[in-house]
């Protein structure tokens, strides 16, 4: 017997879209306050100067302060060419944050039984191609957020057009940062894969969008991360 | 009378030289990089014409990470001699090899192995052999296909393949092409989320197995895949007449780093306590505690990937090897600090290292907190000598 008549490829899996037993909305919102929160108090203490493993060390202690420092993966925070790693790479050890340089923080807390997850990059002193790359993350995250608003995208499309808008502005893709589930914890027994590889519209609240671009010349890169809302949630 | 030609003995004949299955070391250059699936990789290694690497459908080889870490994976072919071998690799956020190494491999780049390994191997018969797997428990049960198939004969062999949607059956186009080819193979995708338009099987690949097949005498069945789907198999088809442990072969992929499997030289041993039952590990030194007890089989839950992030791997140190183990530092005690629930002795796996002065060390994994796989592979581990 061959299974031939059931070539029929998915369209949809909106069962990667499941929640567990302790999932609220309204906590999930909570977190991802707490979590926007933290990223800017963690930026808010990053100074030239400042070695990047102090920096990964304060950033914790931040959180131990607010109560979030259990995670569903470890705190980044990465300064200079450091920013072109990946989620997960090893930072090349010891480097100084310069007095016009680039810095950028990814963390994922969770909250009692909630995860958060969001990044940003920040720019100290001056150095106007890092501050446009900075501002292109984030400007590159709210077109794919609007993008995915407006349309029906599914989650490979979405990154399909997001790494066209980013070569628009000049940047390359970070691909191997490309989105994924957030739930009630731990997400990872539901989808631990990216949202690029779904092949249905991904719903609000449930996802992560994840932009990182990189300067094609390999000088530094940048990194934005939030949840997939509409734009009443990124007024002010 | 069918009489099953085990081509791996025959390959040895002509060889004829070193047994099998002796894991060696050896240097192998990557030849390929495949991207099967948005999170799988194939790789396929060139083998020196050194010392000869033999192994049986079904093992699985150890690439070394150069600190003692190693991380496993089975071999996606039979063997042929000379042949180069295809490991699959599911990437992990955060996984040492699936994610750090592997992004920076390239085609030309040298892996150290070691190996091969496993138990699971293909065992002659007459009744259909049941292969049932899940994700990139494929690979081994694609070497043992392909073997089965290599040695000729009537045998029927029914691949149970399951995912949650179609592309994660990444290899199902060389399947179906197979099936066509050898009227004796059938494979089965079996969905348990597909979308509207899946015509084909639903569910679960034990509970599909269970609606073939009513009698399981004289059948072999092999299971890869996480620990969870193999304990639900061998518990759903125990259920049917015929089933034989003795017949029933699995191989679990663990799944916070699914490869991670028996370290090849045990020099200590812990002792594991859960649900007041107490069994012995031997484990290699110079690993942390959370890969130990991941390369013994336990199924762990590490979700941070070992970066004292997630508190998942948490463990109690018995009294008695409390002040014998070097204190927490600063990173694991904030984490614990941070955690709900902790109490004297509590500590993370995935920050203590394992070395010759932790022989004997005793821990409690508790049960609550840890994955269901863990019952089923806590089980699986042989009792303290009376």
Redesign the interface.
Same mark, same amino acid.
């Given at each position: +017997?061959?299974?031939?008549? +059931? !070539?029929?490829?998915?369209?949809?899996?909106p069962?990667?879209e499941a929640v567990g037993a302790k999932f609220n909305e309204e906590k999930m919102l909570f977190v991802r306050d707490r979590t926007r929160g933290a990223i800017h108090a963690i930026a808010g203490r990053v100074k030239p100067g400042m070695v990047e493993e102090d920096a990964v060390d304060m950033a !914790?202690?931040i959180l131990?302060d607010l109560?979030m420092? !259990?995670?569903?993966?470890?705190?980044y925070v990465r300064f200079g060419t450091n920013t072109l790693k990946? =989620?997960?790479?090893?930072s090349d050890p010891g480097v100084v944050l310069g007095q016009n340089d680039v810095f950028f923080i990814d963390i994922?807390p969770?909250w009692k039984d909630w995860e958060g997850d969001g990044g940003a990059t920040f720019v100290v002193g001056q150095q106007s191609e890092m501050e446009r790359c900075a501002a292109d993350a984030k400007k590159l995250f709210h077109t794919v957020r609007r993008e995915w608003a407006a349309s029906g995208k599914t989650g490979k499309a979405l990154y399909d057009f997001a790494i066209a808008e980013a070569s628009k502005l000049g940047w390359e893709l970070n691909m191997?940062l490309s989105g994924?589930r957030i739930s009630d =914890?731990?997400h990872?027994v539901i989808?631990?894969?990216?949202l690029?590889?779904i092949? =249905?519209k991904p719903k609000r609240l449930l996802w992560v969008l994840e932009i990182h671009i990189r300067d094609p010349q390999n000088r530094f890169g940048a990194f934005y991360e939030d949840m997939l809302l509409d734009d009443s949630y990124f007024q002010g | 009378m069918y009489l099953g030609i085990d081509m791996n003995q025959l390959l040895e004949r002509e060889n004829g030289d070193a047994a099998p299955g002796a894991a060696i070391r050896l240097m192998a250059t990557v030849i390929r990089l495949h991207r099967f699936a948005a999170d799988v990789t194939g790789v396929g290694l060139a083998l020196p014409s050194g010392p000869r690497f033999r192994y049986q459908p079904g093992q699985y080889v150890s690439v070394l990470l150069g600190d003692g870490e190693r991380r496993s994976f089975s071999m996606a072919s039979a063997y042929k001699p000379g042949a180069s071998i295809e490991l699959h690799v599911r990437h992990r956020a955060g996984g040492r090899f699936s994610e750090t190494a592997l992004r920076d491999l390239k085609v030309g780049h040298s892996l150290e192995l070691e190996g091969p390994f496993g138990q699971v191997q293909w065992r002659q018969g007459l009744g259909p052999a049941i292969l049932m797997g899940t994700g990139t428990g494929v690979a081994p049960l694609k070497a043992l296909l392909e073997h089965g198939l290599i040695g000729g004969g009537q045998r029927e062999m029914w691949l149970y393949w399951g995912g949650r949607a179609l592309p994660d059956l990444y290899l199902r186009d060389h399947f179906y092409t197979l099936a066509q080819k050898h009227p004796r193979m059938h494979f089965i995708p079996v969905l348990s989320r597909p979308d509207a338009g899946w015509a084909g099987r639903r569910g679960y690949v034990q509970d599909v197995v269970a609606e073939d097949f009513a009698d399981l005498h004289n059948a072999h069945i092999y299971a890869c895949g996480s620990g969870i789907m193999i304990d639900a198999a061998r518990a759903r088809l125990a259920t049917l007449a015929g089933f034989d442990e003795d017949r029933f072969f699995c191989d679990s992929f663990e799944p916070a780093f699914p490869m991670a499997r028996k370290a090849a030289s045990p020099t200590l041993s812990l002792f594991v306590t859960a649900d007041r039952v107490t069994k012995p590990v031997r484990v290699a030194a110079g690993v942390t505690l959370l890969s130990a007890l991941k390369n013994s089989g336990l199924t762990v839950l590490s979700v941070c990937g070992g970066k004292a992030s997630c508190g998942t791997c948490k463990v109690n140190v018995v009294e008695g090897w409390r002040h014998r183990l070097p204190g927490p530092e600063r990173t694991e005690r904030r984490l614990l600090a941070n955690l709900d629930h902790i109490g004297p002795g509590d500590r993370l796996a995935c920050q203590i290292h394992l070395t010759q002065d932790s022989d004997g060390l005793a821990i409690n994994v508790g049960s609550a907190t840890w994955p269901l796989g863990l019952r089923h592979s806590f089980d699986q581990l042989e009792n303290v000598d009376d």
């Open positions: +017997m061959t299974e031939l008549a +059931m !070539k029929t490829e998915p369209v949809a899996n069962d990667l !914790k202690d131990a109560g420092l !259990k995670g569903w993966h470890d705190v990946t =989620f997960g790479a090893a994922g969770v191997d994924h =914890f731990p990872e989808y631990p894969g990216p690029a590889n092949e =249905f | -």
